[in-house]
């Protein structure tokens, strides 16, 4: 996996939109790594933006800060840039905060890729290979099927957040449909993906984040929906799809255009309470309370088939639920409790986890 990465982004130019999220400063910190050139799209206020300069990323990367829905700001970014892949991340990703703003939501979730989109169909630079849109599992409508979501299984959403999403999708797939499926020289693409989690998230009304900190303070740890399954996966798996399906995109932008799912494997989704427990036991302390208080629509179930990806991409991933969570935990005892170098964990993890086989 090492050198196939680095041998294809080394001196590549690629431009991330959401840069100074959570998942978007892993992946920052990822291709600084494998040596690109990354031009990262942040937005204030970012309350998770924490990670990103723990990572020191604002000394790594060409950071620009302006709000994806400005179209004209996006598109000379895109034209200064000149990047040769996109990863656009850019959202608002909180479910809850979706109730409270749902109009905000759809506008960021579902403007801000249309806005992408119409600069990618208007552009002149021929250097763009491959986009891979970033959405989300819960862009399906609920079937409450336990045997996974597909590809092409119905989207929809109840909640602000899911519909926002499903409507991203649908316009990347008329997007592609109508102008960059044919003889295209862009490859475009949509990645959904589980629960993911990681050291360095501090998104509020998270289960990991929310976890950690109650432990650290001395406090229970109140769970609302404790048997409510996820298809949990550290951050570094669903990532390493998108930075193999940017690969692929460029060498073959026809061919492996539209949605590709990046969950877990068949059988391994795990309840809400299971998770809290086996952070608590590699702590070594803390305590949980159920406390019920489901104000908002969550799905019960999550399960994303990624037979597709497995086949045409070689990908599956690489971490069971325990070493996933395991992980997690271990970086934020280390930064928050033994006070050692961000940097130095997140690389190290990101190493290890390269020189899996």
């Known amino acids: ?19 100074t999220g959570f998942k978007g400063a892993w992946l920052c910190y990822w291709l600084n790594i494998l040596g690109a050139k990354v031009t990262g799209l942040g937005h204030n206020p970012n309350k998770n933006k924490n990670l990103f300069y723990l990572l020191k ?3 790594k990367i060409n950071l620009k800060t302006f709000d994806i829905r400005d179209k004209k700001k996006l598109s000379k970014c895109i034209q200064d840039a000149s990047p040769d892949v996109i990863f656009h991340l850019a959202a608002q990703p909180l479910i809850y905060e979706s109730y409270k703003k749902p109009f905000l939501t759809y506008e960021v979730n579902a403007l801000g890729t249309l806005n992408l989109l119409e600069c990618l ?14 959405t ?9 099927s336990t045997k996974g979501f597909k590809e092409d299984d119905k989207l929809g959403g109840i909640d602000p957040y899911s519909g926002s999403k499903a409507c991203a999708e649908i316009m990347i797939n008329t997007y592609i449909q109508s102008f960059f499926k044919k003889n295209s020289k862009i490859g475009l693409a949509s990645a959904r993906a589980g629960n993911v989690i990681g050291g360095g998230d501090y998104s509020p009304n998270r289960l990991i984040p929310d976890t950690i900190k109650s432990i650290l303070n001395n406090k229970k740890i109140y769970l609302r929906n404790p048997k409510f399954n996820r298809p949990w996966q550290h951050v570094l798996e669903p990532l390493y799809g998108y ?24 059988n391994t989704i795990t309840n809400v309470e299971e998770i809290v427990r086996k952070i608590i036991k590699f702590w070594g302390k803390g ?21 597709k990806s497995e086949k045409l991409l070689s990908w ?11 992980a997690t935990a271990d970086w934020y005892k280390k930064v928050l409790e033994k006070k050692l170098c961000p940097e130095k964990i997140t690389k190290d993890q990101i190493l290890a986890y390269m020189n899996i086989d």
């Open 243 to 266: 930075l193999m399906l940017g690969e692929r995109l460029y060498a073959k932008p026809t061919k492996f255009l539209g949605a590709w799912n990046f969950g877990t494997k068949k």
């Open 136 to 144: 989300s599992d819960k862009c399906y409508y609920n079937n409450y």
């Open 287 to 307: 305590s949980l309370k159920v406390k019920k208080s489901v104000k908002f629509y969550e799905q019960e179930n999550l399960q994303l088939n990624i037979s």
């Open 1 to 19: 996996m090492k050198s196939a990465l680095k041998n294809f982004y080394k001196n590549k130019k690629v431009l991330i939109t959401g840069a």
């Open 316 to 326: 599956s991933p690489k971490l069971s639920i325990t070493q996933s969570v395991e």
């Open 57 to 59: 990323l604002n000394k």
């Open 121 to 134: 169909k208007n552009s002149n630079n021929k250097k763009i290979k491959s986009v891979v849109f970033v």
